[in-house]
Every structure is written in structure tokens, then in C-alpha cells.
């Protein structure tokens, strides 16, 4: 079955810090591959996609993520976080083709002053 | 972005009863929808697939029966949970399908809670 994986539950960083959270996914075929955030409070919103392409993705508020499909992986990154990148960030993974979204565990960013 | 709405954002039941979620894409029309189950501090679970005017389809382990879904128009998906019970108590979140690049477009979430 169709799994995504990612290593890190609870990341504490501080304020500048770089950031990368690891997704890694088990299905073989084709996939198309996202990064989603969960503001306390608030519902998920899109950070960036990958479809095909440049593997190397940019999105919102200064993230992009890296696909290396010889990895299986999907990193996530900012070279500076700020303060307000408190949130839950999930990776998710779609077959190319199928209507399902399967997420990973998610990630608990918390930034400290 | 497309705006998906879940109503009620929150609602608390007593056991034995039973309590409807609707889902609405409000700017756009949804073949598909989904339903999702967040456990605290956890990841979203797919509990199913909502395709306008049929059947959905059940993840595994997901009871039909007791999660009632319907998608009677392109903008509305309702979840039923029947005969609550605590264990059900969770965060229920819709997504919503545009069909145009693969995104899906999240709900707030309905928080359950069954006494």
C-alpha cells in the first residue's frame, strides 16, 4: 500500500534558523506530490505542489521542497524561519491518475522568539 | 484559492444520537470530495470518497453505516455519523476537488464530541 512517511514529529527551531523536513513515500509509479499547513486554529492550506518539471519547487511564504525521485523524497525547506512558520506541516501524495490524497504523519514546527 | 466551507465548525452530541457535517465548495463545483478523521496530533485519515451523484467509497476499516455520506449536488457533501459514541469524538475535515490541477481545497474542520 501506498505510504508517506515523515521522519520528524516535533521540530523546535529558533527564529533564523534553516529548516528542512524530511517526506519520503513507498508507491513506485508516478506521483504528484504536496506540502500542506495546518495554522493553529485554522484549516490546511497549500504550500506548494509538484506535478513534473523543475524538480526544485518554490511556494508561499518562502518554502520550496525538492524531489529526488531516485530518493522516493520530497523536502521541505526555508532558509529562514520566522516566527509565524508555527504550524503542522504535512506532506501528501497523490498517484497520478487516482482521486486519493494519502498524508503522512505531519510535523509539529514550533519557532521560538 | 477556491473556498470549501464544513458547518458546524464544532458540535457536541450526546451519545445514541446523530449528527450531521455538511461540506460545501462555495466557489467552484466539486465532482469529488473527500472526508478526512484527525486524531489529536495526528495525521488526516481518509475515511472516504465523495463522488457527486454515487455511492461513496469507504476506506478500510471505515463503517458505511455509520458514516453516512451523501454528495447530492457539485456543491455539497454531508457526513452522517449515526448513533454517536465517544470513540467517535474527533475532527472531521472535508476537502473538495476542483478538477483543474489536482488540488484539493481543505474545510475548517467540524470538531465532534460525544458525550
Known amino acids: 500500500a501506498q505510504s508517506v512517511s515523515q521522519h520528524n514529529h516535533h521540530v523546535i527551531l529558533s527564529e533564523a534558523a534553516s529548516l528542512e523536513l524530511g517526506c519520503n513515500y513507498s508507491y513506485g509509479g508516478t506521483v504528484n506530490l504536496f506540502w500542506y499547513v495546518q495554522y493553529p486554529g485554522q484549516h490546511l492550506q497549500l504550500l506548494l505542489k509538484?506535478?513534473?518539471?523543475?524538480?526544485l519547487v518554490k511556494g508561499i511564504k518562502g518554502f520550496e521542497a525538492e524531489f529526488i525521485k531516485s530518493k522516493f523524497s520530497f523536502n521541505l525547506r526555508k532558509p529562514s524561519v520566522q516566527w509565524s512558520d508555527t504550524a503542522e506541516y504535512f506532506c501528501a501524495v497523490k498517484r497520478q491518475g487516482a482521486q486519493k490524497l494519502v498524508f503522512g504523519q505531519g510535523t509539529r514546527l514550533t519557532i521560538n522568539p | 484559492g477556491a473556498v470549501v466551507s464544513q458547518h458546524p465548525s464544532w458540535v457536541i452530541c450526546k451519545s445514541g444520537t446523530s449528527v450531521k457535517i455538511e461540506c460545501r465548495s462555495l466557489d467552484f463545483q466539486a465532482t469529488t470530495m473527500f472526508w478526512y478523521r484527525q486524531f489529536p496530533k495526528q495525521s488526516l485519515m481518509l475515511m472516504a470518497t465523495s463522488n457527486e451523484g454515487s455511492k461513496a467509497t469507504y476506506e478500510q476499516g471505515v463503517e458505511k453505516d455509520k458514516f453516512l455520506i451523501n454528495h447530492a449536488s457539485l456543491t455539497l457533501s454531508t457526513l452522517t455519523v449515526t448513533s454517536a459514541h465517544p470513540e467517535d469524538s474527533s475532527f472531521y475535515i472535508c476537502?473538495?476537488?476542483?478538477?483543474?490541477?489536482?488540488?484539493?481545497?481543505f474545510g475548517e474542520g467540524s470538531r465532534l464530541t460525544v458525550l
Open positions: 476537502s473538495a476537488d476542483s478538477g483543474g490541477a489536482g488540488e484539493l481545497f
Open positions: 509538484y506535478f513534473s518539471g523543475d524538480p
